[in-house]
């Protein structure tokens, strides 16, 4: 997979994105559902899952506009969920619902995209974990078994076969 490299302003803008995240939860008292393994963890996953956003929409030429607070509705669109791990999984939530489901990778500034799944097809009993004993089972989908190339919806067609930036 070739990478996708965020400019120094694409960097910023996930990373802004990312921290008005972090404080919006951190002011409201929501608690995360993990707790931190190293100080500030939170905040650098929102981040990092901020400019994988950005780096999906570069990748795949649609127009990144951030949200914050829009828990149950797709980052990209009405129907793209953009998910960033360091692992060899994609995690589907069960509310995933009717969404395209991406997983990136990577550090800054450079991004990959391991492929993607419908949220439906992800809710395979096999894939069906709950790490840690937290009590939040969900579907963690090995990006072996992603699908690569295009997503296609109707007569749009959102093309992720090629790096474009």
Known sequence: MK????????????????????????????????????????????????????????????FY?????????????????VRWSSRDTLKVSPKDNN?????????????????WIWSEEAKKKKWEADPGNWGKPAFFVPVTDLRQGKIERGAEVVETSTVTG
Do not use: W
């Open 99 to 115: 969404v395209y489901c991406i997983s990136m990778s990577g550090n800054l500034p450079t991004f990959v995209y391991n492929g």
């Open 3 to 62: 990478g996708i490299t965020l400019t120094q302003q694409e960097m910023v803008l996930g990373c802004t994105v990312g921290l008005t995240r972090y404080a919006e939860s951190i002011s409201k008292n929501r608690k995360p559902r993990f707790p931190e393994q190293f100080p500030d963890q939170m905040l650098l996953f929102h981040q990092l899952g901020a400019c994988a956003e950005v780096a999906f929409c570069k990748f795949a030429g649609l």
């Open 65 to 81: 506009s951030p949200t914050v607070n829009k828990f149950g509705h797709p980052d990209i669109g009405d129907d793209i969920e």
